[in-house]
C-alpha cells in the first residue's frame, strides 16, 4: 500500500509542472565543528548513523520515491532491452588470465550470464573445465568472484567471492584436480595477495570489521599467513605495524606482501594507500618462516616511484616522475638499490609514460599522447627502445601472462572502435588474433559514431582536453540533449573506450563530452596535481569551462546539457552544480564523494586522505571544505535536477555521502526540479551483475534525459 501511496504522490505531484515534490520529510539537526578558528555547520550529520531505525527508514523511504518517480518514466526499460540486445551479439568475456605449471586459469562471462565463472585448460588447446560458479554456490544468492589465484603449481586455486557488491571476500581454497573445495574456509577478508613459493600457504589482508559503516572497520589491517589444511583463526600476523613497530606503519594504511616470480630469493613488502608513490621494504627469502624479518628498505614515496617495478637480470625497473612530469624509466640495482643515483633507462619525452610491463627478455611500454596511447619495445639486454607499430590506434591496455614467454594480451580500443584484443610477440613483434577476448560485434548505427578532440580554454587560461562524441549528421544549432561526464582524481585519465551503455544513446542522437580535467593524469604529473586539495577547484572549473564551450559552439543550449561524476567524481559534480546551477539541467551524483569534510570519518576515508586532506591540518580543512558539496548548497537557488545514488553496502564510498547532498538539495531548492536519492540494496560501489548494472543505470541515464529533454524519455500518463 505504501508504494501506490508514493506511486500517486509522484504522478499528482510531479505530472503537471513539476514544481512541487513531496519528498520524504528530512529534518534538520544543527551540528558544528570548528577546525583552526573556521566553524563549519551540518545539518544532516544524524544521516551518518547508519544502525539508527530512523536513518533506516529515511533511507526506505527515499528509495521508494525514487523508484516510483522512475516508474513514471519512458524509455528506462527501453534502455535496458537495448544494452541486453548488444550484450547477446558479444562473444565470450575473458578475464584474469594466467599460466601456472602450463595450466591456464580464467573467468568467462557468457553473453547471457549474470556475472563471470572460473575456468581452467590443462594447455591451450584442451577442453575447458568449469572450477567455480558463483551463480549456483549458495542456493538463492549472487555471488561475485574477487579473485581466482592459482597456486604455483597450477594444483589449488584460491577463490574469493562477495556478495551484492560488498567488496568484501570470503576466501576458500580448491583442489584443481579434483574440483573441490578444502576445508580451509577465511571469511572477511581484503582479498587474497599471494601464494608462498612452496605452495603451502596464501597471504591475505585481514581487515577488523567486515562492516562498510564502520568507521574502525580499515584501521590496522594485516597480511596474515594461512597455512593449508589449519584453522583461519590460528592464522599468524606476516606484516603489519603490530608485528613491525619498528616500521611506522600507520593506521589507515594497508600493510600487503608482494612474491614475484621473476625474482624468487626476495619477499618484498609495501605499505598502501592510495598515494601513487610506492613505499617498500623487502628482505631475503630465506626470512620468510623466521616470524622475524630483517626488512630492508627498498624505496620511499621520496623517490616518487609509481606503478608495478619489475625485476629482470638482477636489476629492478619503475617508472617515478623524479624530475620527470612525463615520467621515465629508471633501474637500480636489486641486492643494493639506490634510486637517488638510478640509471635512466628510459628518458622523458613528451608523452605521458603509464605502463613498463616485463615479459621474459622485454619490458612493453605504454605511452599516451594525451588522447591515444602508443607501445614501445625496451631490450634491456642492448639497452634500446622501439616503436611497435599497432595494428589499430586508441586505448591499449597490455599484459603478461606467463613472464617465461614473451608474448603479451593487447587489448585496443577507442571511444567510437570497440574493444579488440591481439596476441602481442615482443620478440618478433608481430601481432595475431586473441584465443581468448573475439571482437564484439555492435549493429550498424553503431559504426555512425564522430568523434572530435578539442581544446579549451579554462578559467585560468590552461587548455583543456576536451573528447566530443555524436551521431553522424548531428547538427549544431544548440538543439541536442548533451552528456558529459568525468572524473579528475588520484591521477586516472579518462582514456577513450567504447562504451557500449552510453554509446546506446549517442545513437538516439545525443552529444556525449569528455572532460579531461586536472586531477587525471592525460598531461602528466603537474596535470594530477593542479586538481589535488588545494588545486582541487580547477577539477570543476575545468568541467564547467568545458559545458560553456558545449554551449558556445552550438553543439547543446543549458536547458539539455547534463552532467555525471562517479565516486571521487562526486566532488565534481556537486560542486560544478553548486558553483554553477545554472549552467546544466540535470546532473547525476553517482556513489559519489560530495561531503568531502566528513569523508575521512567513514570505513574507507583514512586510506584516502593522501588524496584529498584531513580536516585536522589547517590548509587542507579550507580545501575539504571547498571540495564539499553539501557544504555549498544555498536555499532559495535555483538547482537542476539531481539524481544521488548510494550503494548500500558500498565499502569505498559511504551511502550517507550522496544522501547527504541530496537531502540537503531537496530541502533549499527552489527550482521545482526533482531531487532523487536512490538507493541500491542489492549493490556496492559497483558490481559485474548485468541485471543489477543495467537496471542502475538505466534509472540515472533515464532520468538526466527526462530532465533535459529528450523526447524518448518522458512522462508515461
Same mark, same amino acid.
Given at each position: 500500500?505504501?508504494?501506490?501511496?508514493?506511486?500517486?504522490?509522484?504522478?499528482?505531484?510531479? %505530472?503537471?509542472?513539476?514544481?512541487?515534490?513531496?519528498?520524504?520529510?528530512?529534518?534538520?539537526?544543527?551540528?558544528?565543528?570548528?577546525?583552526?578558528?573556521?566553524?563549519?555547520?551540518?545539518?544532516?550529520?544524524?544521516?551518518?548513523?547508519?544502525?539508527?531505525?530512523?536513518?533506516?527508514?529515511?533511507?526506505?523511504?527515499?528509495?521508494?520515491?525514487?523508484?516510483?518517480?522512475?516508474?513514471?518514466?519512458?524509455?528506462?526499460?527501453?534502455?535496458? @532491452?537495448?544494452?541486453?540486445?548488444?550484450?547477446?551479439?558479444?562473444?565470450?568475456?575473458?578475464?584474469?588470465?594466467?599460466?601456472?605449471?602450463?595450466?591456464?586459469?580464467?573467468?568467462?562471462?557468457?553473453?547471457?550470464?549474470?556475472?563471470?565463472?572460473?575456468?581452467?585448460?590443462?594447455?591451450?588447446?584442451?577442453?575447458?573445465?568449469?572450477?567455480?560458479?558463483?551463480?549456483?554456490?549458495?542456493?538463492?544468492?549472487?555471488?561475485?568472484?574477487?579473485?581466482? /589465484?592459482?597456486?604455483?603449481?597450477?594444483?589449488?586455486?584460491?577463490?574469493?567471492?562477495?556478495?551484492?557488491?560488498?567488496?568484501?571476500?570470503?576466501?576458500?581454497?580448491?583442489?584443481?584436480?579434483?574440483?573441490?573445495?578444502?576445508?580451509?574456509?577465511?571469511?572477511?577478508? @581484503?582479498?587474497?595477495?599471494?601464494?608462498?613459493?612452496?605452495?603451502?600457504?596464501?597471504?591475505?589482508?585481514?581487515?577488523?570489521?567486515?562492516?562498510?559503516?564502520?568507521?574502525?572497520?580499515?584501521?590496522?589491517?594485516?597480511?596474515?599467513?594461512?597455512?593449508?589444511?589449519?584453522?583461519?583463526?590460528?592464522?599468524?600476523?606476516?606484516?603489519?605495524?603490530?608485528?613491525?613497530?619498528?616500521?611506522?606503519?600507520?593506521?589507515?594504511?594497508?600493510?600487503?606482501?608482494?612474491?614475484?616470480?621473476?625474482?624468487?630469493?626476495?619477499?618484498?613488502?609495501?605499505?598502501?594507500?592510495?598515494?601513487?608513490?610506492?613505499? #617498500?621494504?623487502?628482505?631475503?627469502?630465506?626470512?620468510?618462516?623466521?616470524?622475524?624479518?630483517?626488512?630492508?628498505?627498498?624505496?620511499?614515496?621520496?623517490?616518487?616511484?609509481?606503478?608495478?617495478?619489475?625485476?629482470?637480470?638482477?636489476? #629492478?625497473?619503475?617508472?617515478?616522475?623524479?624530475?620527470?612530469?612525463?615520467?621515465?624509466?629508471?633501474?637500480?640495482?636489486?641486492?643494493?638499490?639506490?634510486?637517488?643515483?638510478?640509471?635512466?633507462?628510459?628518458?622523458?619525452?613528451?608523452?605521458?609514460?603509464?605502463?613498463?610491463?616485463?615479459?621474459?627478455?622485454?619490458?612493453?611500454?605504454?605511452?599516451?599522447?594525451?588522447?591515444?596511447?602508443?607501445?614501445?619495445?625496451?631490450?634491456?639486454?642492448?639497452?634500446?627502445?622501439?616503436?611497435?607499430?599497432?595494428?589499430?590506434?586508441?586505448?591499449?591496455?597490455?599484459?603478461?601472462?606467463?613472464?617465461?614467454?614473451?608474448?603479451?594480451?593487447?587489448?585496443?580500443?577507442?571511444?567510437?572502435?570497440?574493444?579488440?584484443?591481439?596476441?602481442?610477440?615482443?620478440?618478433?613483434?608481430?601481432?595475431?588474433?586473441?584465443?581468448?577476448?573475439?571482437?564484439?560485434?555492435?549493429?550498424?548505427?553503431?559504426?555512425?559514431?564522430?568523434?572530435?578532440?578539442?581544446?579549451?580554454?579554462?578559467?585560468?587560461?590552461? #587548455?583543456?582536453?576536451?573528447?566530443?562524441?555524436?551521431?553522424?549528421?548531428?547538427?549544431?544549432?544548440?538543439?541536442?540533449?548533451?552528456?558529459?561526464?568525468?572524473?579528475?582524481?588520484?591521477?586516472?585519465?579518462?582514456?577513450?573506450?567504447?562504451?557500449? !551503455?552510453?554509446? @546506446?544513446?549517442?545513437?538516439?542522437?545525443?552529444? $556525449?563530452?569528455?572532460?579531461?580535467?586536472?586531477?587525471?593524469?592525460?598531461?602528466?604529473?603537474?596535470?594530477?596535481?593542479?586538481? $589535488?586539495?588545494?588545486?582541487?577547484?580547477?577539477?570543476?572549473?575545468?568541467?564547467?569551462?568545458?559545458?560553456?564551450? #558545449?554551449?558556445?559552439?552550438?553543439?547543446?543550449?543549458?536547458?539539455?546539457?547534463?552532467? /555525471?561524476?562517479?565516486?571521487?567524481?562526486?566532488?565534481?559534480?556537486?560542486?560544478? &552544480?553548486?558553483?554553477?546551477?545554472?549552467?546544466?539541467?540535470?546532473?547525476?551524483?553517482?556513489?559519489?564523494?560530495?561531503?568531502?569534510?566528513?569523508?575521512?570519518?567513514?570505513?574507507?576515508?583514512?586510506?584516502?586522505?593522501?588524496?584529498?586532506?584531513?580536516?585536522?591540518?589547517?590548509?587542507?580543512?579550507?580545501?575539504?571544505?571547498? /571540495?564539499?558539496?553539501?557544504?555549498?548548497?544555498?536555499?532559495?537557488?535555483?538547482?537542476?535536477?539531481? &539524481?544521488? !545514488?548510494?550503494?548500500?553496502?558500498?565499502?569505498?564510498?559511504?551511502?550517507?555521502?550522496?544522501?547527504?547532498?541530496?537531502?540537503?538539495?531537496?530541502? %533549499?531548492?527552489?527550482?521545482?526540479?526533482?531531487?532523487?536519492?536512490?538507493?541500491?540494496?542489492?549493490?556496492?560501489?559497483?558490481?559485474?551483475?548485468?541485471?543489477?548494472?543495467?537496471?542502475?543505470?538505466?534509472?540515472?541515464?533515464?532520468?538526466?534525459?527526462?530532465?533535459?529533454?529528450?523526447?524518448?524519455?518522458?512522462?508515461?500518463?
Amino acid at each position: 500500500m505504501k508504494n501506490i501511496i508514493v506511486f500517486l504522490m509522484v504522478v499528482l505531484f510531479g %505530472s503537471s509542472v513539476f514544481a512541487q515534490w513531496d519528498y520524504p520529510t528530512t529534518k534538520k539537526v544543527e551540528v558544528s565543528d570548528t577546525y583552526h578558528g573556521i566553524t563549519y555547520k551540518d545539518n544532516y550529520r544524524w544521516l551518518e548513523d547508519m544502525k539508527n531505525p530512523e536513518v533506516e527508514s529515511w533511507f526506505k523511504q527515499q528509495a521508494d520515491f525514487s523508484n516510483a518517480t522512475m516508474n513514471t518514466i519512458n524509455g528506462r526499460d527501453e534502455l535496458i @532491452a537495448e544494452w541486453r540486445k548488444l550484450n547477446n551479439l558479444q562473444p565470450a568475456s575473458y578475464s584474469n588470465q594466467t599460466i601456472k605449471n602450463v595450466r591456464i586459469f580464467y573467468q568467462k562471462q557468457m553473453p547471457s550470464e549474470k556475472v563471470s565463472k572460473v575456468y581452467f585448460k590443462e594447455s591451450l588447446n584442451s577442453p575447458e573445465v568449469l572450477l567455480f560458479d558463483p551463480l549456483t554456490f549458495i542456493g538463492g544468492k549472487t555471488l561475485i568472484v574477487e579473485s581466482a /589465484m592459482p597456486s604455483h603449481d597450477g594444483k589449488k586455486i584460491v577463490i574469493g567471492y562477495s556478495e551484492q557488491g560488498a567488496e568484501v571476500s570470503t576466501l576458500q581454497i580448491m583442489d584443481v584436480d579434483s574440483k573441490t573445495f578444502m576445508k580451509d574456509k577465511i571469511p572477511a577478508t @581484503a582479498g587474497a595477495m599471494a601464494w608462498s613459493f612452496d605452495d603451502s600457504a596464501i597471504l591475505y589482508m585481514w581487515i577488523k570489521s567486515a562492516d562498510n559503516n564502520d568507521p574502525e572497520g580499515r584501521l590496522n589491517p594485516k597480511t596474515k599467513l594461512h597455512k593449508i589444511g589449519t584453522d583461519y583463526k590460528t592464522d599468524a600476523d606476516f606484516f603489519s605495524n603490530e608485528t613491525y613497530p619498528n616500521l611506522n606503519i600507520e593506521a589507515k594504511s594497508y600493510p600487503y606482501i608482494v612474491l614475484m616470480d621473476e625474482t624468487k630469493d626476495y619477499v618484498f613488502a609495501g605499505e598502501g594507500t592510495v598515494q601513487n608513490e610506492l613505499k #617498500m621494504w623487502y628482505a631475503p627469502i630465506s626470512e620468510f618462516n623466521s616470524g622475524n624479518i630483517n626488512w630492508k628498505k627498498l624505496m620511499d614515496t621520496s623517490d616518487k616511484l609509481i606503478g608495478q617495478p619489475s625485476v629482470l637480470d638482477g636489476k #629492478m625497473y619503475a617508472i617515478t616522475h623524479k624530475d620527470a612530469e612525463n615520467y621515465k624509466l629508471v633501474s637500480t640495482d636489486l641486492k643494493n638499490p639506490d634510486w637517488d643515483n638510478a640509471t635512466v633507462v628510459v628518458p622523458e619525452n613528451t608523452m605521458v609514460l603509464k605502463s613498463a610491463i616485463r615479459s621474459k627478455d622485454y619490458l612493453l611500454l605504454s605511452y599516451s599522447d594525451g588522447i591515444n596511447m602508443h607501445l614501445f619495445k625496451f631490450n634491456p639486454k642492448s639497452n634500446k627502445t622501439s616503436k611497435v607499430e599497432m595494428p589499430l590506434s586508441g586505448t591499449v591496455s597490455s599484459k603478461s601472462i606467463d613472464i617465461k614467454t614473451n608474448e603479451f594480451i593487447v587489448g585496443i580500443t577507442s571511444w567510437n572502435k570497440p574493444y579488440t584484443e591481439f596476441l602481442f610477440n615482443a620478440e618478433t613483434e608481430k601481432f595475431t588474433a586473441s584465443q581468448y577476448n573475439k571482437p564484439s560485434v555492435y549493429p550498424y548505427e553503431y559504426d555512425d559514431l564522430v568523434v572530435e578532440e578539442v581544446e579549451v580554454k579554462g578559467h585560468d587560461g590552461v #587548455m583543456i582536453p576536451l573528447s566530443i562524441i555524436y551521431r553522424k549528421g548531428t547538427k549544431k544549432d544548440g538543439s541536442n540533449v548533451c552528456f558529459m561526464r568525468s572524473y579528475g582524481a588520484y591521477g586516472y585519465s579518462m582514456t577513450p573506450s567504447f562504451n557500449s !551503455i552510453i554509446n @546506446a544513446l549517442v545513437v538516439k542522437g545525443v552529444v $556525449y563530452a569528455v572532460p579531461h580535467v586536472r586531477g587525471g593524469s592525460e598531461k602528466g604529473e603537474a596535470w594530477y596535481k593542479a586538481g $589535488y586539495k588545494t588545486t582541487k577547484p580547477n577539477t570543476w572549473k575545468d568541467f564547467i569551462s568545458c559545458a560553456e564551450y #558545449m554551449i558556445d559552439k552550438g553543439y547543446t543550449k543549458s536547458s539539455k546539457l547534463s552532467g /555525471m561524476g562517479t565516486s571521487a567524481g562526486g566532488i565534481l559534480i556537486s560542486r560544478a &552544480i553548486t558553483e554553477r546551477p545554472d549552467l546544466f539541467a540535470a546532473a547525476i551524483n553517482n556513489v559519489g564523494c560530495s561531503n568531502a569534510m566528513r569523508g575521512e570519518f567513514s570505513s574507507n576515508g583514512p586510506v584516502n586522505i593522501p588524496e584529498f586532506g584531513t580536516v585536522t591540518d589547517p590548509i587542507e580543512a579550507k580545501a575539504l571544505y571547498e /571540495m564539499d558539496g553539501m557544504q555549498h548548497v544555498k536555499d532559495g537557488v535555483n538547482y537542476p535536477a539531481v &539524481i544521488c !545514488i548510494g550503494g548500500w553496502n558500498d565499502s569505498r564510498v559511504a551511502v550517507w555521502e550522496p544522501a547527504k547532498f541530496a537531502a540537503a538539495v531537496q530541502n %533549499s531548492s527552489a527550482s521545482g526540479k526533482p531531487v532523487l536519492m536512490k538507493v541500491n540494496y542489492d549493490n556496492g560501489h559497483f558490481t559485474e551483475d548485468n541485471e543489477v548494472t543495467w537496471a542502475n543505470f538505466a534509472d540515472q541515464l533515464a532520468f538526466v534525459m527526462w530532465q533535459s529533454g529528450h523526447p524518448d524519455f518522458q512522462l508515461k500518463y
